[in-house]
Nanobody, 119 residues
Framework: QVQLVESGGGLVQAGGSLRLSCAASGRVFSSRFMGWFRQAPGKEREFVARITWSSGNTFYTNSVKGRFTISGDSAKSTVDLQMNSLKPEDTAVYYC????????????WGQGTQVTVSS
């Protein structure tokens, strides 16, 4: 089992920045990938960014490229999402997730943290 706890959400004006953090505990070594997802009201949950623990390789959805940065500290078992130039359409509940095999399979999820961007 892996436990994930997000923090750092809040209210910010458009153009501002927020940094989300995800603390992982438990059998963290079993997860090769860590990711961030988000779900806006009335919409399906969508992928935001992913990082591979071993290589540090990252991947982003097109809408956040150049604005968001995912980073990980394997020693501390934390994964952060730095969000810059925020837009109202970034408003959502953001979730941290862990995957052992990658692809579309994500095994563990955090409880989510709300990010609200005002215009």
């Amino acid at each position: 089992q892996v436990q994930l706890v997000e923090s750092g959400g809040g209210l910010v004006q458009a153009g501002g920045s927020l940094r989300l953090s995800c603390a992982a505990s438990g059998r963290v070594f079993s997860s090769r990938f860590m990711g961030w997802f988000r779900q806006a009201p009335g919409k399906e949950r969508e992928f935001v960014a992913r990082i591979t623990w071993s290589s540090g390789n990252t991947f982003y959805t097109n809408s956040v490229k150049g604005r968001f940065t995912i980073s990980g500290d394997s020693a501390k078992s934390t994964v952060d999402l730095q969000m810059n130039s925020l837009k109202p359409e970034d408003t959502a509940v953001y979730y941290c997730a862990a995957s052992s095999i990658g692809g579309d399979r994500w095994d563990y999820w955090g409880q989510g943290t709300q990010v609200t961007v005002s215009s």
